[in-house]
């Protein structure tokens, strides 16, 4: 493909060199893929409203995310298996986030560890957390982001357990990938990505492996999936806040009356997120549920979005409703599956410019500037 300038060029470029099991983890969603695809089809049905005749010559696209300047209001989310979409993929990722002047959030459950990523780059990261049985290594993640220099903690909270993702079963997906006869058939054709595999220095779950150090890799990912805890409630929330200094941000919000509540316990952000389409099948799309949120949080606190982020416009859109940044995944995975650290460039480089040409034909300047007025009414 000699012209890549959209994301949907990477994926297919992604689709051929990464494993299929690895790439259908990231790529599809739970159940019946209804909330999947809706969170893409409603922010289609947006419309723009076109402005002529101003002047879009001094265009900024900078905004502040939890108080720190960024080069758009953009955040890399996190990303479970970062690390088998390519090798050292985390490092790269962040690295290329560092380079481009947005944040980069670590996943708890990625492959290069929280100590890995931090020898590796020089701008602080945010670290995702979620809340297991084993609550002391809740807590020892916890010491560890602090000690990385991680300035925000982000706690998900949509995952008590874990969503029926069929495709998963179907590909026999374990960390690293199950060998099965299809799957070896698979991986012969692409022989780049397994030599990377080979060469990472971690093939299972760094930040979570210590826990279980004398355990297969078979053992420690059954271990991983019994660890999320149906009995978290706002009381652990409320724990986390009062152990963590630094930021505390809340994804997985949907309803408004919770993200009042979150507020109402410190939350310095709410992220709307239906993780990606990944949870609870029928759930709105987060697009859909942002306003409602925005105005229950009432400035209160930052919000932010993911799930169903593709295009510069979608960026847009988000801000025009009340978002302050949002988070993309499988957007830069794709990126990172098709050509690495300088994979991860070209897809925010892609976004980036998307934003900045939908900026000047709604007739704005400053991305700070977007409202529901540049969208149109029914």
Same mark, same amino acid.
């Given at each position: 493909?000699?012209?890549?300038?959209?994301?949907?060029?990477?994926?297919? %470029?992604?689709?051929?060199?990464?494993?299929?099991?690895?790439?259908?983890?990231?790529?599809?969603?739970?159940?019946?893929?209804?909330?999947?695809?809706?969170?893409?089809?409603?922010?289609?049905?947006?419309?723009?409203?076109?402005?002529?005749?101003?002047?879009?010559?001094?265009?900024?696209?900078?905004?502040?995310?939890?108080?720190?300047?960024?080069?758009?209001?953009? &955040?890399?989310?996190?990303?479970?298996?970062?690390?088998?979409?390519?090798?050292?993929?985390?490092?790269?990722?962040?690295?290329?986030?560092?380079?481009?002047?947005?944040?980069?959030?670590?996943?708890?459950?990625?492959?290069?560890?929280?100590?890995?990523?931090?020898?590796?780059?020089?701008? =602080?990261?945010?670290?995702?957390?979620?809340?297991?049985?084993?609550?002391?290594?809740?807590?020892?993640?916890?010491?560890?982001?602090?000690?990385?220099?991680?300035?925000?903690?982000?706690?998900?909270?949509?995952? =008590? &357990?874990?969503?029926?993702?069929?495709?998963?079963?179907?590909?026999?997906?374990? &960390?690293?990938?199950?060998?099965?006869?299809?799957?070896?058939?698979?991986?012969?054709?692409?022989?780049? !990505?397994?030599?990377?595999?080979?060469?990472?220095?971690?093939?299972?779950?760094?930040?979570?492996?210590?826990?279980? =150090?004398?355990?297969?890799?078979?053992?420690?990912?059954? !271990?991983?999936?019994?660890?999320?805890?149906?009995? &978290?409630?706002?009381?652990?929330?409320?724990?986390?806040?009062?152990?963590?200094?630094?930021?505390?941000?809340?994804?997985? %919000?949907?309803?408004?009356?919770?993200?009042?509540?979150?507020?109402?316990?410190?939350?310095?952000?709410?992220?709307?997120?239906?993780?990606?389409?990944?949870?609870?099948?029928?759930?709105?799309?987060?697009?859909?549920?942002?306003?409602?949120?925005?105005?229950?949080?009432?400035?209160?606190?930052?919000?932010?979005?993911?799930?169903?982020?593709?295009?510069?416009?979608?960026?847009?859109?988000?801000?025009?409703?009340?978002?302050?940044?949002?988070? %993309?995944?499988?957007?830069?995975?794709?990126?990172?599956?098709?050509?690495?650290?300088?994979?991860?460039?070209?897809?925010?480089?892609?976004?980036?410019?998307?934003?900045?040409?939908?900026?000047?034909?709604?007739?704005?300047?400053?991305?700070?500037?977007?409202?529901?007025?540049?969208?149109?009414?029914?």
């Amino acid at each position: 493909m000699k012209v890549i300038n959209s994301i949907a060029d990477l994926r297919e %470029i992604a689709k051929r060199r990464v494993p299929r099991a690895i790439f259908q983890y990231l790529d599809h969603g739970s159940y019946d893929e209804v909330t999947l695809r809706r969170n893409r089809s409603d922010f289609e049905a947006l419309q723009f409203r076109q402005r002529v005749l101003v002047d879009v010559t001094k265009q900024s696209m900078q905004k502040d995310i939890l108080g720190v300047p960024a080069s758009m209001p953009l &955040v890399l989310a996190p990303c479970g298996l970062t690390g088998l979409v390519h090798r050292d993929g985390e490092i790269l990722a962040a690295q290329a986030a560092e380079a481009f002047g947005v944040p980069l959030c670590l996943s708890t459950v990625s492959v290069c560890s929280i100590e890995d990523v931090a020898a590796a780059t020089k701008a =602080p990261f945010w670290f995702q957390l979620y809340v297991m049985k084993d609550r002391g290594y809740t807590g020892a993640l916890i010491d560890r982001a602090e000690a990385a220099g991680c300035p925000v903690l982000v706690l998900t909270v949509d995952i =008590p &357990v874990s969503g029926l993702r069929r495709r998963d079963a179907k590909n026999g997906l374990a &960390v690293p990938p199950r060998v099965t006869f299809s799957n070896l058939i698979d991986m012969a054709t692409k022989p780049a !990505w397994v030599a990377g595999v080979l060469m990472s220095k971690r093939k299972t779950f760094g930040n979570l492996a210590a826990a279980m =150090p004398h355990t297969g890799v078979a053992t420690l990912s059954q !271990w991983i999936a019994s660890q999320f805890d149906a009995s &978290v409630t706002w009381k652990d929330f409320e724990q986390i806040r009062a152990r963590w200094k630094g930021k505390l941000v809340i994804k997985g %919000i949907l309803d408004a009356d919770d993200a009042r509540r979150a507020v109402e316990l410190g939350a310095d952000a709410v992220i709307v997120s239906n993780h990606g389409g990944r949870q609870l099948d029928g759930a709105p799309s987060t697009i859909s549920a942002l306003p409602r949120v925005a105005e229950a949080v009432a400035g209160r606190s930052q919000v932010l979005l993911d799930s169903g982020v593709r295009c510069g416009q979608d960026v847009l859109k988000a801000v025009a409703l009340g978002a302050d940044a949002v988070l %993309i995944g499988r957007s830069y995975l794709y990126g990172l599956g098709a050509a690495g650290k300088s994979g991860v460039t070209l897809a925010l480089e892609i976004l980036a410019r998307e934003l900045q040409v939908s900026l000047a034909l709604t007739g704005c300047n400053d991305v700070r500037e977007a409202t529901p007025a540049i969208l149109c009414r029914d």
